[in-house]
C-alpha cells in the first residue's frame, strides 16, 4: 500500500472486484480452502519436528514433506482457472478505472513487492504459498534484482518473446506477467492512449 499511488490502487481494486461478476471464485475460494487445510499441516508438523531430536526430526520431515506434496497436486487442478481469470480480471480493471497504465505499474510493483519481501524472509509466507491462485500477480524473484536497473519492458522481454514460455508457465498459477502487460498496453492503444510500456508482439 505505501508503495502504490491512489491511481494504481484503484486499478488493484477493480481487478478484484471484476471477479465477482464471475462463476469462478467460489470454485477458487473452495480449492484453495481445501489445500490450505495441507499446506498449514505442512508447515506447523515441519516448525514441530524442527524442534525434535534426530530420528522424530526425520520421521515428521517425511510426514510434512508427503503433505506438502498433497497440497502442490491438489492445486494442479485450479490453475489453468487461475490463470485465464487474471486476463479477463485485467481487461476489466483497465475498463473500470480507463487507466491500463496505471495497472501495469500497479501489477508490476506489487509483484517485485512480493519478490522483495520474500527475499528479506528468506522464505515464501505461507499465505502467499496458499493464497497464490487467488492474487492479482506471483512473486517475481528471477527478476528481483535487476528491478529499477532496466526498464519494464527490458524485464518482461522474455515473457513476450521466448517461443517456450506458455509451455514454461504450465505449472505456475498465473500466466507470465509481461504477456499480461503486452495485452494490457493493446487496451491503451486502441483507446489512443500513450502506453507505459512498450513490448513487442509475440
Known amino acids: 500500500l505505501d508503495q502504490l499511488?491512489?491511481?494504481?490502487?484503484?486499478?488493484?481494486?477493480?481487478?478484484e472486484m471484476s471477479h465477482w461478476k464471475s462463476w469462478h471464485w467460489p470454485l477458487l475460494t473452495v480449492q484453495t480452502l481445501i489445500t490450505q487445510t495441507f499446506l498449514q499441516g505442512f508447515w506447523q508438523l515441519a516448525l514441530w519436528g524442527n524442534r525434535q531430536k534426530h530420528v522424530i526430526k526425520w520421521a515428521v520431515g517425511a510426514i510434512a514433506t508427503i503433505l506438502y506434496s498433497v497440497f502442490w497436486l491438489m492445486r494442479l487442478p485450479s490453475l489453468g482457472m487461475s490463470r485465464v481469470r487474471t486476463y479477463y480480471g485485467d481487461r476489466k480493471a483497465a475498463e473500470l478505472t480507463g487507466n491500463p497504465n496505471g495497472l501495469v505499474r500497479a501489477l508490476s510493483?506489487?509483484?517485485?513487492?512480493?519478490?522483495?519481501?520474500?527475499?528479506?524472509?528468506?522464505?515464501?509466507?505461507?499465505?502467499?504459498?496458499?493464497?497464490?491462485?487467488?492474487?492479482p500477480v506471483a512473486t517475481?524473484?528471477?527478476r528481483q534484482q535487476a528491478y529499477g536497473q532496466f526498464s519494464l519492458?527490458?524485464?518482461?522481454?522474455?515473457?513476450?518473446?521466448?517461443?517456450?514460455?506458455?509451455?514454461?508457465?504450465?505449472?505456475?498459477?498465473?500466466?507470465?506477467?509481461?504477456?499480461?502487460?503486452?495485452?494490457?498496453?493493446?487496451?491503451?492503444?486502441?483507446?489512443?492512449?500513450?502506453?507505459?510500456?512498450?513490448?513487442?508482439?509475440?
Open 5 to 15: 499511488k491512489d491511481d494504481e490502487l484503484a486499478t488493484l481494486i477493480a481487478y
Open 140 to 142: 517475481d524473484l528471477s
Open 109 to 135: 510493483k506489487l509483484s517485485f513487492g512480493l519478490a522483495a519481501s520474500v527475499e528479506t524472509t528468506g522464505y515464501t509466507p505461507i499465505l502467499i504459498e496458499g493464497l497464490l491462485p487467488l492474487m
Open 153 to 202: 519492458a527490458q524485464l518482461f522481454a522474455w515473457d513476450t518473446q521466448n517461443p517456450l514460455r506458455v509451455w514454461m508457465s504450465v505449472p505456475d498459477s498465473h500466466p507470465p506477467l509481461g504477456d499480461r502487460l503486452r495485452l494490457i498496453m493493446a487496451y491503451a492503444q486502441h483507446w489512443k492512449l500513450t502506453p507505459e510500456i512498450q513490448l513487442a508482439a509475440p
